[in-house]
């Protein structure tokens, strides 16, 4: 890749972002198409945040994505949110148009069309579990319910923050019928009532051979089971759990796959190149 003097940038501002596959996603992408753009990793403390986002604007940037820990708080620093980020609270895009900061959340659409390879039309008249009530668990729980899903059960380790999630679905989505519990609490009827199963927590990243307190024994071939913590070998404890009770699997590569398409349509335009870029990132 050239760096040349008109190059634009786009930077990833986490903590940490050493373990981002994004770099390698995006700067394929950008040159399949020919484009003149860099895409970073910046590695932002969460008290410098302010000046990061503010440095973006100064320095010419086209855009970012944000990441853990920052997604709510740069939501905060933004001078409008669009789309999903107006109901979440908490961006993971950030496009800079005629110096305004404008962020959006582009988490809950990648699952989505990840989920839609896998599942094709099924989707409306699924039930499903959603493991977690963190960041991307909203966003995945806003985009299910602008799908019409049949009902929504969440399950957290936190009731608190299970209920949280609960109150904006409730808000914004009256209609969707919901359940909370928490994840000490049973969850067969739950995991035999619904269609697809999510872990949106950070529980079965690589190396830890945790998984979340799911009775796995009730899982079918008639299941998706979904686990969105990403990892190079694409396996994690539940979704080999799962694959043995013959559920169809998916990872997380495929959300961050298409998270990462829609952020470049928003700063460029253009329309990504998708099998250039899930080659960048596959195993
Ligand atoms: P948050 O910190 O916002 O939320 C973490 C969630 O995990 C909470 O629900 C938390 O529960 C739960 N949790 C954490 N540790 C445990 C534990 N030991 N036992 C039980 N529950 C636990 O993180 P995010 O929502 O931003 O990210 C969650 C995961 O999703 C991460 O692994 C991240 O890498 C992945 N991710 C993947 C994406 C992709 O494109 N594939 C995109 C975005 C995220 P509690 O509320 O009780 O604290």
Not at 28 to 53: H, Q, R, T, W
Not at 245 to 263: E, F, I, S, V, Y
């Amino acid at each position: 890749m050239d760096i040349t003097g008109g190059t634009k940038l786009i930077g990833i501002l986490g903590f940490p972002v050493s373990h981002t596959l994004s770099p390698r996603m995006h700067n394929s992408a950008f040159n399949a198409l020919g484009l003149d753009i860099s895409y970073v990793p910046l590695e932002v403390k969460p008290e410098d945040l302010p000046d990061a986002i503010h440095g973006l604007k100064a320095m010419g940037f086209l855009g970012a994505n944000v990441t853990v820990p920052h997604k709510v708080r740069a939501a905060e620093l933004m001078d409008r949110l669009e789309g999903d980020a107006v109901i979440t609270g908490a961006i993971n895009t950030i496009v800079l148009q005629d110096g305004r900061l404008i962020g959006h959340n582009t988490d809950g659409i990648g699952f989505i069309k990840s989920l839609e390879e896998v599942m094709k039309n099924d989707l409306n008249n699924a039930s499903a579990l959603l493991i977690g009530a963190g960041g991307a668990a909203r966003s995945i729980a806003v985009s299910l319910a602008e799908k019409n899903i049949k009902q929504l059960s969440i399950i957290n380790r936190s009731r608190q923050r299970a209920e949280e999630l609960a109150d904006l679905l409730k808000r914004n989505f009256p209609a969707l019928p919901l359940e909370v519990r928490t994840l000490d609490e049973a969850n067969e009827d739950l995991v035999i009532s619904s269609k697809i199963v999510i872990n949106a927590t950070s529980i079965g990243l690589e190396g830890d051979l945790k998984m979340p307190p799911l009775a796995v024994d009730k899982l079918t071939k008639d299941h998706v089971v979904c686990d969105i913590v990403y990892t190079q070998s694409q396996e994690t404890p539940l979704l080999s759990a799962a694959r043995g009770k013959g559920a169809n699997t998916m990872g997380g590569l495929g959300m961050l796959l298409h998270q990462g398409a829609a952020a470049i349509h928003l700063w460029t335009g253009v329309d990504p190149p998708i099998d250039v870029m899930r080659e960048a990132i596959e195993p």
